[in-house]
């Protein structure tokens, strides 16, 4: 007990991707503080994409972030080759799609199995899970299983599962090897129940956080992340391109990363806002043996975060075995173009949610301005907030305890630091209000 | 034998190593795990220790007097200190504002002031004794495995 009054500093969240921190002051049961921030020092990627030719900026910006570079990787090709009228062709498409379904099952892996599941089975690690114990033991191999499966799927499509060196304006540099689809599809298959009991984990783990907030993702018919328009739980539908005119840059003084709402609103990306949102279009065998689980959803449930990128695995597997089994891989060269001048918009879904990348580029294919909008960022807000909503609801708490429940729900939203401390805008700085 | 202390460290950086290093985990966990621990390891662990480690693994630059004396202090507690990644390495990628020209050197100014940036981004070696290094970005995969196999033989 702290008798009311409290001096909480968390320096170093563990088990995300990044540093983030939290400091919380309460004083006579009210709550002085509630600040998340987050102290990774800028790259200042926003400048340093000036100046700079356009077939430079994919591999350039992919080293915002390790986890989800080849998102970075591919919203930056989309943006480039909107500015240029490229169009890609079916096959690139294909390949990018399933590049990008590498990276969903091998990040939320990393997220679901590493990060979030020792909370579940209050362990400190994932590696000190007992190996005697044939729960523990086998859930460990499920860990490396499919997080390799994704692995070696980007690694068959883009080169490489971290910034992929195959992927480029235009098409593939070099194209993956047919032979080895077969391989990979027995790979797939084998991990499947390994995900459903994933699945099953989350879907039965019994913590809450619910939140009155908005959600936004994009859209498309077939729950493709490099494809369709914005939509909100509100019903609204936007063009891709005009994503960002909707949202609100929010400065927040101690944090080095910038947060945003949308018309106002606080709002969630991420998995959650997909499935919440486009369920219905996810791969029909995800459909019908996730069928349980996704009657959650739609959630306020911020923990079903997890759940959601469980089932996300699972689709990527089954989309990715569905495009495997009938792929032709046609000796294509990436499209040739002749530079001219133009803005080019790219948005995608990444693995914690809506990416954004705009570039202005100039009569000689160099950029002159470029702006970059992260998941994390947008979450950044929603996230403090879940913070205090579970402060002011647990002030009697002992300190050690708290601790432990916020970096339960800061890993819920899985936030990506990396991506979150790139950029640097200029505004005039405000307070958040609450 | 105990098994070595290893840690694993980051500072300004996109992590890429790590998540390399984390995919590494799946072929190889079954055998490293005879001869390591992770005693430090914020990516994979809550509980730290930073003391009496046998190798620290530091991917990044430095970026604030903040991040060099938690460098100096983790050089203090290893015996085998290993630079991870171009960035540790030779401070780029991370280290872009220190080609800016003076115009954009100034569009930054605040930010560097208000959370006291260096002057400049700087590798590892600039402020500490670096053993061996695994340049790359990210890492070159074949050289972290052959420093694993020089300082946990047998175990690649």
């Known amino acids: 007990m702290h008798q009311g009054t409290l001096d909480l500093t968390l320096d170093q969240i563990t088990k995300i991707e990044g ?29 340093a994409v000036r100046k700079k030719p356009i077939n430079s900026i994919p591999q350039m ?9 080849n998102a970075h990787l591919l919203c930056s090709i989309k943006a480039i080759e909107a500015s240029q009228g490229i169009i890609p062709s079916e096959q690139t498409k294909i390949l990018r799609r399933i590049l990008v379904n590498g990276l969903m099952i091998r990040d939320h892996g990393l997220h679901l199995y590493v990060f979030a599941l020792p909370d579940i089975y209050k362990r400190d690690s994932l590696l000190d899970f007992d190996e005697n114990d044939h729960e523990e033991h086998e859930l460990l191999h499920d860990a490396f299983a499919v997080k390799e ?10 080169g490489r599962s971290v910034h992929a060196p195959n992927p480029t304006v235009g098409g593939f540099l070099k194209l993956p090897l047919l032979t080895e689809k077969d391989k990979l599809i027995s790979q797939l298959k084998s991990i499947r129940p390994r995900v459903l009991k994933l699945i099953s984990i989350f879907q039965n783990c019994d913590f ?3 939140e009155d907030v908005s959600f936004s993702a994009l859209q498309s018919t077939n729950f493709d992340f490099l494809d369709g328009s914005i939509v909100t739980a509100g019903g609204k539908r936007i063009i891709d391109a005009e994503y960002a005119s909707h949202l609100e840059h929010i400065v927040i003084p101690y944090s080095q990363a910038s947060g945003y709402k949308f018309e106002g609103k606080t709002y969630i990306v991420g998995a959650l806002a997909r499935v919440n949102l486009s369920k219905q279009f996810l791969n029909p065998a995800t459909l019908e043996d996730a069928s349980e689980a996704l009657k959650l959803f739609p959630s306020k449930n911020i923990y079903h975060n997890n759940l959601a990128q469980a089932i996300e695995i699972l689709h990527c597997i089954d989309d990715s075995i569905a495009i495997l089994e009938k792929i032709h891989i046609q000796d294509e060269k990436p499209a040739r173009f002749s530079v001219k001048p133009g803005i080019g918009v790219g948005v995608v879904e990444a693995p914690r949610g809506t990416l954004y990348h705009r570039y202005e580029v100039d009569d000689k294919g160099i950029v002159t ?50 991506c979150a401390s790139h950029f640097l805008k200029l505004k005039i700085i405000r307070k958040v209000s609450r | 034998m105990p098994k070595l202390r290893v840690g694993w460290f980051t500072f300004t950086c996109c992590e890429d190593s790590t998540i390399l290093f984390t995919e590494l985990l799946n072929t190889h966990w079954d055998t490293w795990k005879e001869k390591i621990e992770f005693v430090n ?18 991917e990044g630059s ?29 401070a780029m990628p991370s280290g872009w504002r220190n080609t800016f020209d003076e115009e954009t050197k100034k569009e930054i100014q605040f930010i560097v002031e208000r959370f006291s940036h260096l002057p400049r981004v700087e590798p590892l070696s600039k402020y500490v004794k670096v053993d061996e290094s695994v340049p790359g970005c990210p890492m070159d995969e074949k050289r972290f495995l052959e420093l694993m196999e020089k300082y946990a033989p047998g175990n690649t």
Not at chain 1, 22 to 39: A, G
Request: hydrophobic share 35%; charged share 25%; with cysteine.
């Open chain 1, 149 to 158: 499966g994704g692995n070696q799927l980007a690694i068959w499509a883009g």
């Open chain 1, 61 to 69: 910006v992919a080293r915002i972030c390790g986890t989800c570079s």
């Open chain 1, 369 to 418: 301005n470029g702006r970059i909008i992260v998941p994390t960022g947008q979450n950044q807000i929603a996230i403090e907030q879940s913070l205090y909503h579970f402060a002011k609801d647990h002030l009697e708490t002992p300190k050690e305890e708290l601790s432990l429940e916020f970096e339960k729900i800061v890993r819920a939203y899985d936030p990506c630091m990396s």
């Open chain 2, 41 to 58: 390891a914020r990516i994979l662990k809550t509980n730290r220790e930073l003391k009496d480690l046998d190798i620290s693994f530091v």
């Open chain 2, 62 to 90: 430095i970026s604030s007097d903040e991040q060099a004396k938690k460098l100096k202090e983790i050089r203090d507690n290893s015996k085998i200190l290993v630079a991870i990644g171009a960035c540790a390495v030779n």
């Open chain 1, 208 to 210: 809450v956080q619910e």
């Open chain 1, 19 to 47: 540093h983030a921190s939290l400091s919380l002051k309460v004083k006579d049961d009210v709550i002085t503080e509630c600040k998340f921030s987050i102290p990774e020092y800028k790259r200042f990627y926003t400048q």
